[in-house]
């Protein structure tokens, strides 16, 4: 590849010529290829099927199955607490 460095304004193989020169031609290479592979995330991005926001999502399959099993196996039993009544001298008195 026969160009004109950008430093030195020599023409000649860069591969062989000015180490500044390589050293820019290798950082302008890195930019391109970083751009195409953004370019390209962003292509599958809008390639890949978007949910409608106005519907809304159903749970997985998985997890739905898994639900009512849970449930039925350990019932919640939550302790039912006594009335307790406070008398007028500040004790207090199961009801």
């Keep these: 590849m026969s160009r ?7 023409w000649g193989h860069i591969a062989r010529h000015c180490p500044r020169q390589i050293a820019f031609l ?4 890195l930019g391109r290829r970083e751009i195409a592979r953004r370019e390209r995330a962003r292509a599958r991005a809008r390639a890949r099927p978007r949910p409608c926001p106005s519907r809304p999502r159903a749970p997985a399959p998985e997890a739905s199955a898994e639900a009512p099993v849970e449930a039925a196996a350990e019932p919640v039993v939550e302790p039912v ?3 307790v009544a406070e008398t007028a001298a500040g004790d207090v008195a199961k009801a």
């Design 81 to 83: 607490a006594e009335p």
């Design 26 to 29: 290798a950082f302008v290479a």
């Design 4 to 10: 004109r460095c950008y430093y030195c304004r020599e």
